[in-house]
Each structure stands twice: as structure tokens, then as C-alpha cells.
């Protein structure tokens, strides 16, 4: 199998995973918060809001949220690092930016920022109804992990584009 095969195999996957967040586990998890968003949804959860979502989802939407909803979105991140630091790496090799290489470790960056939010995610379902100090944590891992995709995703329309360009130039 070709690596652009390979490649796009990971990115359905990566969708694929993605798209059962959106229609399966996160529609699940809401219907136990009234509304409320979740953790990783918006940058800033105040200590108060944290402890209102941890009882509206109650010990059933905490053990999905930690056993299903958890777990699929580490899935997500490994899949999302792997497959996107490889497309920004084709697209930095295919336009000759070997000074830009760096911005190919982008979407890793967003990535780990991610997990440690998760772990900690993890722990706060687990210690609950006791509060653990990684409350704290979670809304700076969370904002880190925004900055990092909204630079990864700014990074890769533009290379997107530059590369859709130079493949069109040379059609013509």
C-alpha cells in the first residue's frame, strides 16, 4: 500500500472516530448534564461549574463519560497526531519548506495537551464527589490544546491551499 493510501486510510479512521463522538458518545453524556457543556467544550470551567456538571451527570453519565467517552476520544487523539503531523510533513516536503518543518509538530502539541486534559478529566470523575487538585489543570490544558488546533488548523489551510495551488499550476 502506498504511503498516500496509507495516509488517507488514517484520516477516515480518524474521522470515523470522530463522527461516533459527535453522534454516539457526546449526545449521550449531554443528555445527563441539562444542557450544560463539557469539560474539554469551552476553554474556562470555574470550580462551581465544574462541581454542578460532575452532579448532573450523576454516577451513570460519570462512568461513561470516563469508560466510553474517555477512551474514544484518546483513540481520536492518537489517530488525529499521527495522521495530521503527517499530511503538514507531506505538505511542508512537497512545497520545499524545510525551514518551516516545525510546524508539522503542531498538531502533536494540540494533541498532548488533549490527553493530559483527558487524564485529568479522568481523575476529577474518579474523585468525585471529592475534589482533586487537577480541577485546576483542566482549564489551562483545555485553552493550550485550543491555541495549538486553531495553529495547526490555520497552518494547514494555508500549506493546503499553497499545495492545491502548485498542483493546478502544473496542470495548466
Not at 129 to 145: G, N, V
Amino acid at each position: 500500500m502506498s504511503k498516500r493510501n496509507k495516509l488517507s486510510l488514517y484520516f477516515f479512521a480518524t474521522m470515523f472516530v470522530y463522527a461516533l463522538m459527535l453522534s454516539v458518545t457526546l449526545p449521550e453524556l449531554h443528555s445527563y448534564t441539562n444542557g450544560m457543556a463539557l469539560f474539554d467544550e469551552k476553554p474556562v470551567f470555574y470550580q462551581k461549574d465544574t462541581i454542578r456538571l460532575l452532579e448532573y451527570l450523576g454516577e451513570e453519565g460519570r462512568f461513561y463519560y470516563q469508560y466510553r467517552q474517555i477512551p474514544l476520544d484518546m483513540l481520536y487523539i492518537a489517530l488525529f497526531a499521527f495522521t495530521y503531523h503527517h499530511i503538514l510533513r507531506h505538505f511542508t516536503y512537497t512545497l520545499n519548506l524545510h525551514k518551516w518543518r516545525f510546524v508539522i509538530w503542531l498538531p502533536v502539541i494540540a494533541a498532548i495537551f488533549d490527553f493530559l486534559e483527558n487524564v485529568c478529566i479522568f481523575g476529577v470523575l474518579y474523585s468525585f464527589p471529592q475534589i482533586s487538585t487537577l480541577i485546576s489543570l483542566i482549564p489551562y490544558l483545555t485553552a493550550l490544546k485550543m491555541i495549538f488546533g486553531v495553529f495547526y488548523l490555520a497552518v494547514f489551510v494555508i500549506l493546503g491551499v499553497m499545495v492545491l495551488l502548485r498542483c493546478l499550476r502544473r496542470k495548466i
